[in-house]
C-alpha cells in the first residue's frame, strides 16, 4: 500500500505513513469481515469526505452494559468469521491430499532432503531415500520420530510428509523392475545378454540417466564384439586361400 501511494516519490515515505495507517485500519478485511479498527474500538472511522451524521446507538451507548454486549458480540463475530476463513483454507490445501497413519513399529523410506542431509545430497545422482526405518515414538498425525543410526548427526523426528510407508512385497516387486524399461521385469531381458556380450559393472545409484548412459555402453560393447568376429572370420577366409594357393 505505501509502495503504491508514493509511486516515484520515494523522499515523502515519512509523511505518508499517517495516511498509509488510517486507510489499512479502517478497510474491512476479507476473512474478520469487519475493519481492525473496528475489532478494537466497536465502530468503524470516518473518512475526512464523509458526511458527519448524528451520533447513532451502534456507535455511542450510554449504557455502559449495553456497550459490553456490543464488543462482545464484534469480537464472536470476527472469531467466527476467522474460524471459517481457516476452515476455506485448510479445505484448500488437503484437497487431493491422501490422509497417512502411521504406528509405531512400522517400517518406512525416508526423504533426504538437501536441507537436512547435505552430505548425502551432495550429488543429483545420490539417492533421494534412504530405509528402511523404523518409527518409535508417533508425536501426531504430522510428526514421527525414527530410529536413525548414529551416523546421520540429524533429529530423529520428521514430517510425515517426508516418509512413505513401507509395503512389503508391493515394494519388492516394484525394485524388482528395470530402469532401463518401466514395467518390464528383470526376467524378460536376462535371455538378450549372452555369454559373449561383456558385463557392464555399475557403481552408486542407478538413476535413468545412469539407465541410457549403460544401455549406449552395452550397445558400443555388443557393436565392438561384432566387429572383431568379423575380423576373426575374414582372416580364416585368408588363411584358406592362401593355403589352397600353396598347394597348387
Known sequence: ?????????????????PHVEFAYNRVVHSTTKVSPFQV????NLRAPIDLLPLPTSERVHHDAKERADFILKLHKTTKDNIEKMNERYRDAGNKGRKQINLEPGDLVWLHLRKDRFPDLRKSKLMPRADGLFKIIEKINDNAYKLELPLEFEVSSTFNIADLKPYLGEE??????????QEGEDDEDISPMLTSDTPSVVMHGPLTRARARQLNQKERNMKAMGTSKGEEKSKGGVQVKLEAQFISE
Open 171 to 180: 515394494d519388492e516387486l516394484e525394485s524388482s523392475t528395470t530402469p532401463l
Open 40 to 43: 478494537v474500538y466497536g465502530f
Open 1 to 17: 500500500m505505501l509502495r503504491a501511494v508514493l509511486k516515484k516519490n520515494l523522499k515523502m515515505w515519512e509523511e505518508c505513513l
